[in-house]
């Protein structure tokens, strides 16, 4: 059961409070001209070649308080949403392509917001829900947001899966070769956003109807049935490719999912922590559909069909679950849950929801609404997709992962052993007087 932002209180030692001080004033250039890939943490073995090397320490977990920095970095919600402002083509109405109000710290396509992100550590597996809900953290007048609020509004926004790390087998086809001695290891913290893509293609034939597109089915080289009844709305006779909606949907999402994550990668110049994103771990052990009942992952559901040349993982009841059936009857049924994100309560376009202008009522309300002949032309799409290719979206996984994040405590003795000097930072030097309030 989560607890409201006002029943949760973040505890922060005398020494993290002035860590946190210094923190907000580290340089954004140093952040990223400094960046490295710093990968043998405290605890960890390369037990041969040129670089082997023991640590003498234990695995060492993150803190509460440097957890919490980096997911709400990855993916804190930071103000509200300011909307995409205008268009000619349906001019003088806001333009209403966003599907969340809330703005977080990595930007979205046309402000679609379909990803979560999930996370895990020695502590158990967690998801962070930032995507939907209302903006904890007002901006200030000089546009800063208070960081200690910011942090202590997004405690309450996590949410425990489970006492588990995930399991991932330090071996292939699990996890890539190269990162077998150092991915997910004990005492590192593993933050990954999901994107709901079947949500995204949906909002995507949605933003090219607004715009007066269509698709065809290139594959099997055919119009959609049905769609003449729209030739009023939309071009039937220059429709794009169903194809390349997936793929440029999947792009689209795919630069999202890393934003966030190099957006935590650059914290841990500031933080002192070691740590690098990656993409080496698979995807599908790490959502549930590796095959193997040892390895659950976070047990999504899944399906397989002969046409597909992989599972394809839909997700998880009660926790996260893409826009397409089997969570939902058919896409008639996902376009009229679209439809009651975008404008119903706290929606983007729905009045009652608050927002960054002076009549923020006014501006929500100036959207046009997805009336019921619009609604059947998305559906009519999508539907046709799924009842030809037996999922949603037809060439493209429904649930996508891309980057993950991870962070842990590095061991500078072994930098300092086989490197020139400079291989790490000042703030990787004083990390643990700073942060812990100890020193080595």
Do not use: C
């Not at 209180?9 to 990223?32: F, G, K, M, N």
């Not at 489970?162 to 330090?170: E, G, T």
């Not at 090219?208 to 009844?229: C, L, S, V």
């Amino acid at each position: 059961m989560q607890r409201s932002v006002d029943e949760e209180i973040l505890h922060i030692a005398d020494h993290e409070r002035e860590a946190l001080r210094e923190l907000v004033r580290y340089p954004l250039t140093s952040a990223i001209f400094e960046r490295r890939s710093r990968r043998f943490f405290r605890g960890a073995e390369i037990p041969d070649g040129t670089l082997k090397y023991k640590s003498r320490f234990k695995p060492e977990p993150l803190s509460e308080l440097e957890r919490l920095l980096l997911v709400t970095t990855v993916a804190g919600k930071t103000g509200w949403h300011e909307s995409v402002t205008r268009h000619d083509r349906y001019a003088p109405h806001l333009s209403n392509y966003p599907g969340a109000a809330g703005g977080r710290t990595f930007p979205s396509a046309a402000g679609f917001h379909t990803a979560e992100v999930f996370f895990t550590d020695d502590s158990g597996t967690y998801i962070f829900q930032t995507r939907d809900g209302a903006v904890s953290v007002e901006r200030g007048e000089n546009g800063n947001v208070e960081l200690e609020r910011l942090l202590a509004a997004h405690r309450s926004q996590i949410r425990k899966l489970s006492d588990k790390r995930i399991y991932i087998p330090n071996r292939e086809p699990y996890m890539e070769g190269h990162n077998t001695w150092v991915g997910n290891a004990p005492g590192s913290l593993l933050i990954f956003p999901v994107g709901d893509l079947a949500q995204h293609v949906l909002l995507n034939i949605a933003f090219y109807a607004q715009n007066g597109f269509t698709i065809y089915d290139d594959i099997n080289k055919r119009k959609i049935p049905g769609i003449e009844e729209f030739r009023d709305i939309v071009d039937v006779d220059n429709p794009y490719p169903l194809s390349f909606l997936d793929q440029y949907s999947l792009a689209e999402l795919s630069a999202e999912l890393a934003i966030g994550p190099f957006a935590g990668q650059l914290l841990l110049q500031a933080l002192g922590l070691g740590g690098w994103i990656y993409d080496g771990i698979d995807r599908l052990t790490i959502l549930g559909a590796s095959g193997d009942p040892d390895v659950p992952g976070l047990g999504f559901r899944f399906d397989t069909d002969p046409r597909w040349p992989q599972p394809n993982p839909t997700g998880l009841e009660g926790v996260f679950r893409a826009f397409t059936p089997p969570h939902y009857k058919d896409l008639r049924q996902a376009v009229e849950a679209l439809v009651a994100r975008k404008f119903g309560p706290g929606g983007p376009f729905n009045p009652e929801t608050p927002g960054p202008w002076k009549d923020s009522p006014t501006v929500r309300a100036s959207a046009q609404l997805h009336d019921e002949r619009f609604k059947r032309l998305v559906a009519l799409q999508a539907q046709y997709m799924y009842d030809t290719f037996g999922k949603f979206p037809a060439t493209v996984p429904s649930v996508y992962i891309l980057m993950y994040l991870q962070a842990h405590h590095l061991d500078t003795e072994y930098y300092d052993t086989l490197f020139k000097p400079g291989a790490y930072l000042p703030t990787h030097t004083h990390h643990h007087k700073k942060w812990h309030g100890e020193d080595l």
